[in-house]
């Protein structure tokens, strides 16, 4: 049974940075898509960053330059790094697991951004 589990949410002011950190427990192989959504009050889930299939990565335009994703296969974990922070990054942040049989996502951990 896969599990992700974050960590590294918090409170953090405009412009200062934090990481968070997604530890995969149980087994998976092949094709796998990892990285991480959030979700803000009253909006969708959106896409803020993943490594695709095939090992490249996406950013939504709204963290790009200023959000890094990286992943360590052999400690199966994938983080996010988080500088220049703005308020509108406040929202739940989820790690996301994608592979070809099943979908797996963490419970979120929550990052606050005050002005």
């Known amino acids: 049974q896969v599990q992700l589990v974050e960590s590294g949410g918090g409170l953090a002011q405009a412009g200062g940075s934090l990481r968070l950190s997604c530890a995969v427990s149980?087994?998976?192989?092949?094709?796998?898509?990892m990285g991480w959504y959030r979700q803000a009050p009253g909006k969708e889930r959106e896409l803020v960053a993943r490594?695709?299939?095939?090992?490249?990565?996406n950013y939504a335009d709204s963290v790009k330059g200023r959000f890094t994703i990286s992943r360590d296969d052999a400690k199966k974990t994938v983080s996010l790094q988080m500088n220049s922070l703005k308020p509108e990054d406040t929202a739940l942040y989820y790690c996301?697991?994608?592979?070809?049989?099943?979908?797996?996502w963490g419970q979120g951990t929550q990052v606050t951004v005050s002005s």
């Open positions: 996301h697991l994608w592979t070809t049989v099943a979908e797996y």
């Open positions: 149980g087994s998976f192989s092949g094709l796998n898509i």
């Open positions: 490594f695709t299939s095939i090992r490249t990565t």
